[in-house]
């Protein structure tokens, strides 16, 4: 009787022993990368695109266009920073599909956008927003293995259900799915929001500091594709309809609108959004006159690039951004 209890008891620490084991390998398996620089990014691009010298390592389709900004007086009066000094600032505007494809499908994925303000003394401030006002999981580790798993569906190595696992495991990319779930692209590059993501600082004339996260908010109102629009339109069709709607209405806006932070909102997760009753205050309109051209190929989109008076907080992805959109640039500029 006590060696079958001894026996029994050995195989139910077996048992367990390989249960632990296999919950570890497990974990492991979908945990997220324990490093993430500018150069894996760089790298996990070229594998998902393929090589494409001269273009950008993201948002590789797109196409400039040109306008102005005209503050408000809100922000004038509350605001310290030249951004709001004058009547207006020329912009610079790049709209873009996301991803490094040049020959993107445009029935399908977000938008992007960039933008160049024109200061004095040739000081600029810089946009790059998208579509979702949320990234994928709170650090850049949380996109990088996103990004590694769709390399590994790709090649085969890996199915639906590992990228489940993979989001299970890390909750904070579930919140960026959930709100995506069932919205479809934008009939128009200028029919949809664009958010930045990430929250900045801005000082104001009473010598204080607050904190925001923006968006453009198209004056022209929302429209998203149909399902059959999806299954209908060709490939390319967004650079046609943004040329039609300026030449028919002469320009095309957007208000650039800041919600302002309070103490508990954090800085630091792009992952998470701020409660919906956050004050939010109009600082201007962003107005497109023109579409076209190459004044956009020697402008770097970088979030980082701030006017005085404006500092990036901090959030993680920021520094990453920088690092790895300045690499994608110096590739671009020398044909690589």
Request: charged letters at 20%; hydrophobic letters at 35%.
């Amino acid at each position: 009787m006590k060696y079958r209890l001894t026996a029994l008891l050995s195989v139910m620490t077996a048992l367990t022993s390989t249960s632990v084991l296999a919950f570890q390998q497990d974990e492991n398996r979908y945990a997220v990368p324990a490093s993430a620089t500018a150069q894996d990014f760089i790298a996990v691009f070229k594998e998902l695109n393929g090589e494409h010298p001269g273009v950008r390592k993201g948002h590789a389709r797109g196409v400039c266009a040109a306008g102005i900004f005209t503050p408000t007086d809100e922000a004038q009066k509350r605001f310290a920073s030249p951004l709001f000094d004058n009547v207006s600032l020329p912009v610079t505007i790049r709209f873009s599909m996301g991803g490094g494809n040049p020959e993107a499908d445009e029935r399908k994925g977000p938008r992007g956008i960039g933008i160049q303000f024109d200061l004095a003394n040739n000081q600029k401030h810089t946009l790059a927003g998208l579509t979702s006002p949320l990234f994928s999981g709170s650090t850049p580790n949380h996109f990088l293995g996103l990004l590694q798993w769709n390399v590994k569906l790709m090649r085969g190595e890996a199915t639906r259900e590992d990228l489940e696992k993979y989001f299970q495991a890390n909750p904070s990319m579930l919140r960026s799915i959930e709100w995506n779930k069932g919205r479809t692209p934008s009939a128009e590059y200028t029919s949809t929001d664009y958010y930045g993501i990430h929250a900045f600082w801005a000082n104001t004339h009473d010598q204080q500091r607050e904190k925001f996260r923006w968006q453009l908010v198209p004056d022209g109102g929302h429209e998203y594709l149909t399902e059959h629009d999806i299954e209908s339109l060709p490939s390319s069709f967004l650079v046609e309809r943004l040329e039609k709607r300026l030449e028919e209405e002469g320009q095309i806006s957007f208000a650039w609108e800041w919600t302002i932070g309070q103490e508990n909102d954090p800085t630091n997760d792009p992952s998470i959004l701020w409660p919906n009753d956050r004050e939010k205050v109009n600082v201007g309109r962003v107005t497109i006159t023109q579409v076209g051209g190459d004044a956009c190929t020697p402008i770097n989109f970088d979030p980082n690039r701030v006017a005085p008076g404006i500092q990036p907080s901090d959030d993680p992805v920021l520094p990453i951004r920088s690092a790895a959109y300045a690499i994608s640039f110096g590739k671009r500029l020398s044909n690589q």
